[in-house]
C-alpha cells in the first residue's frame, strides 16, 4: 500500500520501528505473510533523491535532513576530538549512503557468534544459506552465493584504472589475489562486490521495501519518531510515537520489534524504562525493567586514511562533470557508478593471528576528516581499517526528551592492541604504495607524510587522523540469554531478555564486530529474525548446494 498518514491507536500483529536495513529486510519478509498485518515506523522521511540513487554521491547525503548527523562525545585518546557518525534517516536508513561494499565477514566471525550465544544456529554453517537466499548475485549461483534473492550483488560497473594498479601492486608486495572475499577465503587482495544494481544504488529499501509497499498487510509511516515502547505486566504492547507534532499509539497484538541501529535501538529502550537502573533514574525516567547491558558493549571500526598526491591522472574528485553525468544518465556507466571505496584488502597485523584483523580500502581520491569538504586536488587514499576490535564504549541518556541526542562514548583506542595493529597497518599501506604500478602513480605521501617515521611518531599520527568507518555495533548485544551473562540484551532469538514480546533486530545484536563491512550481516540478521518469528528454519545443508 502507499506510504499513509498515522493515526492513533491503531492495532497491528507486528510493529517495526526503524526503516533501514534491517528494518526495511524484516518488515518486507513478514508481510510475505498475508496473515499477519505489521506496521512499520520510520523517523525521517524518502529516500527518492538522486544524491542516493547516484552511488559516487553517497557523501553529498550526509550531514543532510536524511542524516541523524550525530557525533561521537570528545575521544581522551584522539586528543579529545568528537567524531562525526552518519546514521541514515530514511527509507533504507545507512543502506541508502553507505559504500555499497558487500561484505559478509569470515567464517570464524559466526562461529564465534554461535560460541558466545550458545547457539549453534549463529554458526556460519547455519547463516550461509540466510546469505544465499538474500543474494541476487550477478556472477552466478555457487556454494557461497545465491540468486533470486531482493539483495542484488554486482561487479563495479567502471572500476578507475588506479584500482586495477592497487590490486597489482599489493599482489606485488606479495598478498594473494582474492577476487571473492565472501568465498572459500578472506584473505588477499582484489575488488570490491556491490550492492548496486546497474549502476544504481540498491539498497534495503529497494530490496525488500519497495516491492511490499502494495501489500494490504503492510503499513509504512515515515516522519514517525518512536519516543517508547509501552510495557505492561512484563509485555511489550505497542510503541508510542511522535508524527505531525502530535502523540500517536500504535499497539501490538504479538511482537515489538525494534530496528533502529546500534544508537536509536539502545536510546528507545532506555526511553522506555529498559535499561540501567541508576542511569535512568539519573536522568529522570522510572525503571520498567532493569538491564544493565543496554547501551554498554558499543563497538567500531577505527580508520585511518594514507593519502598521497599523484604524478598525473584524474582521481574520483574529478567524477562529477559533464561527462560523468552523461555517462551515468546514459548507460549508468563512468566514475559516478564509483563506491569510492573500489577494492579492498584483507591481512593481519601479526602472522601469529589465526584471522586477518586488517581490511584496507583503496579510494581513487582524497577521503579527508570525513568528508566535511569536498576533494581539492587529485589523490589516492589508502583507508587502513581496523576489523578486530578490542575497545570498547558506549550509549547513554542525556535527557528524557526523546528528541535530544544521546551520549557516543566510541572507546576509540582505549586498549593498546588496537592503536598497535593500526600503526602496522600504515606501514603495510606505504609498503604496498611503493611496489608494482601503483608506485608509478603517487607522489609524495600527503598524510601522515613522508617525514613520519617509526612506530612511536606512526603512534602519534593515528591519533591524530583517526575517523570512523561508520559500522557501529554490539550495544544491546546478544548472549546466552541466562542469569550467567548479566550484561546480554537479547538472547540468541534476539528476544530482549526479562520481558515478552520485544526483540531488537539490527547490528545493535552483535555480540562482536565482524572482518569487514556490517551492512549484509545486519541484512541477514533481519533474515534470521523474520524466521524466527515466523517459526522457520533454515536447513544448514542448503549451504552446500550448488
Not at 547490528?507 to 556490517?518: D, E, H, K, Y
Request: glycine residues 10%; negative net charge.
Amino acid at each position: 500500500m502507499a506510504i499513509s498518514a498515522p493515526e492513533g491507536g491503531e492495532r497491528f500483529d507486528v510493529v517495526v520501528v526503524g526503516a533501514g536495513s534491517a528494518g526495511s529486510a524484516l518488515a518486507g519478509r513478514l508481510s510475505e505473510d498475508p496473515s499477519l498485518s505489521v506496521l512499520l515506523l520510520e523517523a525521517g522521511g524518502s529516500d527518492d533523491v538522486l544524491e542516493v540513487q547516484i552511488p559516487a554521491a553517497l557523501y553529498k547525503v550526509w550531514r543532510t535532513r536524511r542524516d541523524w548527523n550525530y557525533t561521537t562525545d570528545p575521544q581522551p585518546a584522539l586528543g579529545g576530538r568528537r567524531l562525526f557518525w552518519p546514521r541514515g534517516k530514511m527509507l533504507g536508513g545507512s543502506s541508502s549512503f553507505n559504500a555499497m561494499i558487500y561484505i559478509r565477514g569470515a567464517a570464524a566471525d559466526y562461529d564465534e557468534w554461535a560460541t558466545l550465544t550458545g547457539d549453534p544456529s549463529w554458526s556460519y554453517e547455519h547463516v550461509l544459506p540466510l546469505f544465499r537466499r538474500m543474494e541476487d548475485n550477478a556472477r552466478g549461483a555457487d556454494r557461497f552465493h545465491g540468486v533470486g534473492g531482493p539483495l542484488r550483488v554486482e561487479d563495479l560497473r567502471s572500476p578507475h584504472r588506479w584500482t586495477r594498479a592497487v590490486v597489482a601492486s599489493a599482489v606485488a608486495a606479495g598478498y594473494p589475489r582474492n577476487d571473492d572475499f565472501n568465498g572459500q577465503r578472506q584473505d588477499g587482495v582484489g575488488q570490491y562486490q556491490v550492492t548496486q544494481k546497474r549502476g544504481r544504488r540498491w539498497s534495503a529499501a529497494d530490496a525488500y521495501l519497495k516491492p511490499a509497499l502494495d501489500r494490504p498487510n503492510l503499513t509504512v509511516r515515515t516522519g514517525a519518531q518512536a519516543t517508547r515502547v509501552l510495557v505492561e505486566g512484563g509485555r511489550a504492547t505497542g510503541v508510542e510515537y511522535l508524527s505531525g507534532g502530535r502523540r500517536h499509539v500504535a499497539h501490538a497484538d504479538r511482537e515489538v520489534v525494534l530496528s533502529g541501529g546500534a544508537i536509536n535501538s539502545p536510546q528507545l529502550l532506555m526511553l522506555s524504562g529498559i535499561g540501567p537502573a541508576d542511569h535512568l533514574r539519573s536522568v529522570g525516567l522510572e525503571v520498567v525493567h532493569d538491564l544493565p547491558g543496554v547501551g554498554s558493549g558499543l563497538q567500531d571500526h577505527p580508520l585511518v586514511p594514507v593519502i598521497w598526491n599523484v604524478r598525473s591522472g584524474k582521481s574520483l574528485f574529478r567524477a562529477e562533470s559533464p561527462s560523468g553525468y552523461l555517462q551515468w544518465f546514459g548507460a549508468r556507466r563512468g566514475p559516478l557508478t564509483s563506491n569510492l571505496a573500489e577494492a579492498g584488502l584483507f591481512t593481519r597485523s601479526d602472522d601469529g593471528l589465526r584471522e586477518p584483523d586488517l581490511q584496507f580500502h583503496f579510494l581513487p581520491v582524497k577521503f579527508w576528516r570525513q568528508a566535511e569538504v569536498d576533494p581539492d586536488v587529485d589523490a589516492f587514499t589508502a583507508a587502513t581499517v581496523l576489523v578486530d576490535v578490542h575497545s570498547r564504549g558506549s550509549v547513554r541518556l542525556r535527557s528524557a526528551d526523546p528528541t535530544w541526542n544521546p551520549a557516543i562514548d566510541a572507546g576509540y583506542l582505549t586498549d593498546d592492541r588496537d592503536l598497535e595493529a593500526l600503526v602496522t597497518g600504515v606501514e603495510k599501506a606505504r609498503e604496498i604504495a611503493s611496489v608494482g604500478p601503483l608506485a608509478a602513480v603517487l607522489a609524495e605521501e600527503w598524510s601522515p607524510g613522508g617525514a613520519v617515521h617509526g612506530r612511536e611518531e606512526l603512534r602519534r599520527s593515528v591519533r591524530e587522523t583517526l575517523e570512523s568507518l561508520y559500522h557501529p555495533v554490539g550495544s544491546c548485544r546478544m548472549g546466552t540469554g541466562d542469569d550467567s551473562d548479566d550484561t546480554a540484551v537479547v538472547d540468541p532469538q534476539l528476544r530482549v531478555r526479562g520481558l515478552d514480546g520485544l526483540r531488537v533486530v539490527d547490528a545493535s545484536v552483535m555480540p562482536t564486530l565482524i572482518r569487514g563491512n556490517t551492512n549484509a550481516p545486519t541484512i541477514m540478521i533481519a533474515e534470521r529474525a523474520a524466521d524466527l518469528i515466523a517459526g522457520r528454519s533454515v536447513d544448514p545443508t542448503l549451504a552446500a548446494a550448488s
